[in-house]
């Protein structure tokens, strides 16, 4: 599967978007992008996955550039509680399904 | 979304004593599930896929007679910490795929303290 690159931190002001990039240059044509996050203490939650087109559903946004080497989650209006380290994972279709995390950012939201 | 439930949320052992960790998916069947570990300040790390009935695949590096996994049902996956000590004190984290495939749900986390 191809590797993923995140910036390690990143702060928001609550009530504005939060925009966090994700890197995956070698990305092939079967590989779809996943963005999930934990919380502190608690299991990754999923948020969001696409392969090529934009994707939206009721916690965030999915942007992926054309070309398929980048993308970018967002979330419309960061609240407090989106505080977490968000994951950007690139999954082949054709594989057991497992995930491979990398380091991800940590999203602080700031009053 | 479905529910990944994983129990105990937190186990504090003695040493050279073994700990089992249930994982159930509660509202779908899941053929294949996945055992994480977490260590402070770091990433999950991908223990092993568990498939129903049959044997575990291990990641490099994880030894398969110290954490032994059973996956005896489609709902249910364990996994047994053998002999703990203090250096497999982690956050043990259980996942499972959806019936599509598409996505992986995730427990709420083992917190394990070896003394």
């Known amino acids: 599967d191809a590797k993923t690159t995140q910036p390690t931190s990143m702060d928001c002001a609550e009530g504005r978007a939060a925009n966090l990039p994700c890197n995956h240059s070698?990305?092939?044509?079967?590989?779809?992008v996943y963005w999930y996050r934990q919380i502190h203490s608690q299991g990754p939650q999923y948020i969001i996955h696409g392969l090529k087109n934009n994707e939206t559903n009721e916690m965030a946004s999915l942007i992926i550039t054309e070309d398929r080497k980048s993308s970018t989650l967002i979330l419309p209006h960061a609240t407090l509680r989106d505080t977490a380290v968000y994951y950007c994972i690139v999954r082949g279709s054709g594989n057991t399904g497992k995930l491979i995390f990398g380091q991800g950012t940590t999203l602080q939201v700031k009053p | 979304g479905a529910v990944v439930s994983q129990h105990p949320s937190r186990v504090i052992c003695k040493s050279g004593t073994s700990v089992k960790i249930e994982c159930r998916s509660l509202?779908?069947?899941?053929?294949?599930m996945f055992w994480y570990r977490q260590f402070p300040k770091q990433s999950l790390m991908l223990m092993a896929t568990?498939?129903?009935?049959?044997?575990?695949?291990?990641e490099q590096g994880v030894e398969k007679d110290k954490f032994l996994i059973n996956h005896a049902s489609l709902t249910l996956s364990t996994l047994t910490v053998t002999s703990a000590h203090p250096e497999d004190s982690s956050f043990y984290i259980c996942?499972?795929?959806?019936?599509?495939?598409?996505?992986?749900?995730f427990g709420s986390g083992t917190q394990l303290s070896v003394l």
């Open positions: 568990s498939n129903e009935g049959s044997k575990a695949t291990y």
């Open positions: 509202d779908f069947q899941a053929t294949t």
């Open positions: 070698t990305i092939s044509g079967n590989e779809y």
């Open positions: 996942s499972a795929r959806d019936v599509l495939g598409e996505k992986l749900f």
